[in-house]
Structures are given as C-alpha cells and as structure tokens.
DNA sequence: CGTCTATTTGAATGTACTCAAAAGCGGTGG
DNA sequence: CCACCGCTTTTGAGTACATTCAAATAGACG
C-alpha cells in the first residue's frame, strides 16, 4: 500500500504531540524520546501483554484499538481498559514493580502502538526530567476517570451506564465485540442483549 | 492542653517524610514547602469542601481520618475515599481546574490536615520541580488502587468485598459509622447488616 | 430521660446472573 | 457457490444477589 509508508512515518510523532500538550519538548528531546520507542504494527487480536508475564512495555496507541484485561479463576474476562488512538495503556503495577501482571493486553483491530520498555522508561525520566510532569498530569487525569467509573457503578443502572458509555465511546461500538463492551460495563453478555433489545423497542 | 504543640509540630513534619519515601527533598525545599502548607485541626464531622463550590485544598492527612464523598440527585451519598495518617485526598478534577467539585470531604473523627491550596500547588511544582515525580508516582499508586477497585466490583460479591475491606483497612471499622462502609462498598446499609449477621453467625 | 441517628429485621420486589439452546455471522474448504 | 465450522449474539426460564420500604431496636449525646 502506497499509503503505508506516510500513515506509520505521521504516526510516530502522534506520541510527541500527546506529551506536548502538557510540557514543551525541545526538537533533541523529541528525536531522543522516538529513539527509545520502538514503533509496532499489531494484526488484530494480538496478544501483546500476557497475564503472569511482568509487564515489559508501557503502550501509546498510535492508531487501531487495544484492551486491557483481567482473567478471573473462573475464567472469565474483565476488561478494565479500552485504549485508542492518543491513550497509553498497560499493567503499571507489574510495570513499575516488574511483578507478574494480572492483566493481559490485546488489540481488538489492526493497531499502530509505540512501546517504552521499562529501562527506557526510567532512563527517559531521568534524562527528561520534565517528563514526570507530562506523566504526573495524565496519571491525575486518569485518576480522576476512574473515579467517575466507581462512582457511575455505585449510582447507574447497567442500562443507564451503556447508555452513556455509547454516548462518550461513540467509535467503540464498531471495533468492539459486544462481548467486551458488556464485560467493560460489569454485566454479562447475555443481559447486554436484553438491554440493547429494551433500547431498541423503544 | 499541654500535648497539643507537641502533637502538631511532629505531625507537621509527616508530610515531608512522607514525599522523602520517593524523593529527596533538601532542608531548606523541607521548609519551603511547610511553609506553604497550612496546617488545621479539624473537629469530628467537621465538612472541609463541598460539592458544588470549586475544591481549595488538596488536603493531606496527618492524623484522624476523612471521608470524601459524592451525593447524587435522589441525595444518598457514595464514599469515593477514606483518608487516615499519610493519604491524601480531595477532588482531584475540580482541584486542578477549579470548577465546581462533585465531591465533599469531611472529618470522621478528629483530625490534623496540612492543606495545599491550589495557587501553592502550581506555585510548589514549579519552584521544586521534583515534587511533580513525587505526585507522578502517588498518581499512579493510586491508578493502580482504583483500577482493583474496580475489578473487585466486577468479580466479587457484596459479602466477599466487605471481607477483603475489613482486611485490608482494619482499624478504620472502628471510626467510621457502618453506614458510610457501606457506601464504599456500593451496597445499602441494610444489605451489610445482614451480611454481617451472616459472617456472626459462622 | 428523651431525642436523634445508626443499625437491625423482615417481607416484597427488582436487577442482573446462570444455564441451556437457538439464531446469526464470517470465514474456510470442498 | 454452498455447506460447514466456530464464535458471537439473542432468547427464555429459573434463580440469586441486592434493594426498597416500613418498622423495631440499639446507641450516643445533651
């Protein structure tokens, strides 16, 4: 494909925009910080982050869709993450602690992502010192995200909470398996169907 | 009373010890920072920040134990957060862009705070540049509280997590009304009750 | 001792789950 | 091009977890 070539080479640099929303990078600070990503094309349903596996990247998703999931005993999945383009994603427990993870991460689509090994992540800290500042504002932010997720399972019902979560993931719905879309909403497939057939009788 | 200068000026220094555990401040970025701190004494049931006016603080615990809390339209409160000795708390979105808060924070029990006002927090961040890998670090231990949370609301039953609450926050049964336990856990206080009389009668 | 709030109890109800099975849908191979 | 396979989604019946509402009991505080 002719287009390949301009869409991964634009791609790259969607990292350095994120993070120069919050800080400003010198040129020799950008150009150093896309030394140490290393770009990757994902086909879709690769499984980049394996449950038990210490988490090895932290992930900018470039272009595509991935998920962040937990495995119960039963075996079951719970997503706790989508991530698309502009999101960063990944186990940060097992990240900074180099524990096994208790998450898996897979792309749902054909995805573009920029990984950040672990050293990388520290040794960029260290040598952009501003940058704990970029990662300090987008922790904050996520913070308070999942604050309003707690909150909307403590006050929503499960039809009220996919109601607004088609309203704020408006793109979600093509990529995704209904089946993970309820597994994000902490219902079973079974009742999003019923849900989706209420909603649609309507 | 004889013990309360004692009291307070140890417990003002908490807060440093608490920021050494990932950074490491000189003596005089220590005082600097004391000095911007307003410490205070809260009285039992004594309500700090309240929904709707933009949060002042960002609030952290020396002693005692708060509560935040958001209160939705049929005006039932949900408990977001317990605070004891070395956490911090407050609303996080309404904080940093100063509208007005969804949450009100208020003191269980008798209570030392040192406050950060938000004008101190940008003004600290940026005189101090490395207290933004000290709140880049605390994010993201808190990232990585919030996202269990949120599983443990997904895989577990009303009785499992009340279990694991009581394990993992031991003392805190002993200052906070059941009722407001029960908000955290997202059940009705009566629901926990007959768990409780459940787990007696074992 | 009385008042106010927190906690407990019970009955009826509702929200969401489990299990089983059918229907839909996309890809693959004959 | 059609038949088949595997996986997702839908449907329905029965069930479990948790809520609501109303009322009784217990505890804290002045």
């Given at each position: 494909m002719e287009t390949a070539y301009f869409y991964t080479s634009m791609n790259n640099t969607s990292v350095i925009h994120t993070i120069n929303r919050y800080i400003t990078l010198e040129p020799a600070e950008a150009d150093y910080l896309l030394s140490v990503f290393m770009p990757r094309a994902l086909p879709q349903g690769e499984l980049i982050e394996k449950t038990g596996?210490?988490?090895r990247y932290f992930i900018y998703v470039n272009s595509g869709c991935l998920m962040t999931y937990f495995t119960d005993q039963t075996g079951s999945d719970h997503v706790i993450q989508f991530a698309t383009t502009g999101w960063w994603t990944g186990d940060l427990h097992s990240f900074t602690r180099?524990?096994?993870?208790i998450y898996s991460t897979r792309a749902l689509a054909e995805s573009h992502v920029m990984l950040l090994p672990k050293v990388s992540m520290d040794q960029v800290l260290e040598e952009i010192p501003k940058l704990e500042r970029f990662f300090r504002i987008t922790f904050q932010n996520s913070l308070v995200t999942h604050q309003h997720r707690i909150i909307q399972h403590y006050t929503a019902t499960a039809e009220e909470r996919y109601i607004m979560f088609r309203e704020k993931y408006t793109s979600l719905e093509q990529y995704v398996p209904l089946k993970y879309i309820a597994s994000y909403l902490g219902i079973t497939p079974e009742f999003l169907s019923k849900i989706r057939r209420k909603l649609m009788e309507k």
């Open positions: 596996d210490p988490t180099q524990v096994p993870s």
